[in-house]
């Protein structure tokens, strides 16, 4: 499988940016997806996860309430709306695909495709 990850720009605190994840085959729709982000001079880190069924999500705590993660099965797309961006939200942004899971993990060499990642700079 596939990923890749775009709609990332330059935006001032307070806006909003969509980010999409496109997956290049139909067995996305079994796999958990995660968004991951990356700030220079700091690790990886999960931002938020959607199980396979759409049905349940989960996000970092940094971020609950401003962001929302969603799945379309007919574009085998997964998106990632956020709003009330801070500038500390500035990083890479990377959509990721665990296919031996059900619900999304926050570890991330648990998951098996990764996109290529995708900036975000939030001015303040």
């Known amino acids: 499988v596939q990923l890749q990850a775009s709609g990332g720009g330059l935006v001032q605190a307070g806006g909003s940016l969509r980010l999409s994840c496109a997956a290049s085959?139909?067995?996305?729709?079994?796999?958990?997806m995660g968004w991951f982000r990356q700030a220079p001079g700091k690790e990886r880190e999960f931002v938020a996860g959607?199980?396979?069924?759409?049905?349940?999500?989960y996000y970092a705590d940094s971020v609950k309430g401003r962001f929302t993660i969603s799945r379309e099965y007919a574009k085998n797309t997964v998106y990632l709306q956020m709003n009330s961006l801070k500038p500390e939200d500035t990083a890479a942004y990377y959509c990721a695909a665990d296919r031996h899971a059900s619900i999304p993990t926050t570890f991330d060499y648990q998951y098996d495709f990764w996109g290529q990642g995708t900036l975000v700079t939030v001015s303040s």
């Open positions: 959607i199980s396979w069924s759409g049905a349940s999500t």
């Open positions: 085959s139909r067995t996305f729709v079994t796999y958990a």
